[in-house]
């Protein structure tokens, strides 16, 4: 009877994504407790049932698990890239005779090297995949803490929570190989004596790298787990609850846009602060597109809005 019952729920936790040491360690325990009492095969209750509570646990802990580790990655990856970032302005400057005063003058130097083409895709996933990876992430996170201490979530909240986690992790990745093409790009334009401290940011983005895909692995363990809690997702409104303004509460595209306005004023306005308005408002009214187009094909998916 006990081995029949084992069997079953081995069969049942394996058909919801329990497989290995942790299937090997629910099987051990329930038989050290069926052992123990000859009458509790009857009072344990239906193997199939126990399966579906022992997988959603492991899902909802590990879905919630996982952008803390994912943010805690990105916070390192986002360390270094900033410090890249200033580098390489430095670098630009030093030897292009004072032309280059910021970082644009890195991206001038790569535009005007032996493959263009690389250094302007390098370029462009430097602007917008630390944005997106930022954004995803801290979404995944907000919403982990808005749902923290639960022991089961609707199986469509850990799908949400799944793909959040996997978006900042891939567009954080993109993010150091970005780093890493963008430096070897430059280091091909500067003088000998800048090689070492350029290969520094090819090492420093391959150990981001790293970094980004074992704490991802870490958090995303319970991934094939399979949770059936029934219950829908929320949404934006339901991450930020009060901060969003009572106005534009379940108005997902107006809110979209006003956000996405905001974030180009601000664009704009630092823009005006550097002494360079036109050139700001050019890249503001991009981000604001940019920020817009992002809600509209990535809103569902991430379960922004319903």
């Known amino acids: 009877m006990i081995e029949e019952y084992l069997a079953e729920m081995s069969t049942q936790l394996a058909r919801l994504g329990v497989r290995g040491a942790r299937r090997r360690r629910i099987l051990a325990e329930t ?19 126990i399966a579906r509570a022992f997988a959603n646990d492991l899902g909802t802990r590990g879905a919630l698990r996982a952008p803390l580790w994912a943010f805690a990655a990105l916070a390192v990856a986002g360390i270094f890239y900033g410090a890249m970032f200033v580098a390489w302005s430095g670098f630009s400057a030093a030897t292009s005779g004072g032309v280059a005063r910021s970082a644009a003058g890195a991206f001038q130097t790569v535009a005007a090297g032996r493959a263009p083409w690389l250094g ?69 334009q500067l003088p000998s004596w800048s090689a070492g401290v350029l290969g520094w940011g090819v090492a420093g983005a391959t150990a981001s790298g790293v970094l980004l895909i074992a704490c991802g692995a870490a958090g995303l363990r319970t991934a094939t787990v399979r949770v059936a809690t029934a219950g829908a997702a929320g949404d934006i409104f339901d991450d930020l609850g009060p901060v969003v303004p009572a106005a534009l509460r379940g ?54 809005r319903s």
Do not use: K, N
């Open 120 to 188: 302007l895709v390098a370029a462009g996933l430097l602007v917008l995949a630390p944005q997106l990876a930022f954004v995803t992430g801290a979404l995944a996170l907000v919403r982990a803490l808005r749902l923290r201490g639960r022991r089961s979530v609707p199986a469509a909240e850990v799908r949400a929570l799944r793909r959040r986690t996997t978006t900042a992790v891939g567009f954080g990745l993109a993010s150091m190989g970005a780093v890493a093409l963008f430096a070897q790009q430059l280091g091909a």
């Open 251 to 304: 108005r997902p595209w107006a809110f979209a846009a006003t956000v996405s306005c905001a974030a180009g004023l601000l664009v704009w306005a630092a823009g005006i602060a550097a002494s360079d308005a036109y050139d700001g408002a050019v890249r503001g009214i991009v981000e604001a597109a940019a920020c817009f187009a992002g809600f509209a094909i990535l809103g569902r998916f991430l379960a922004l």
């Open 31 to 49: 038989e050290d407790h069926l052992r123990s009492d000859a009458e509790a095969t009857a009072r344990f209750g239906d193997p199939a049932e």
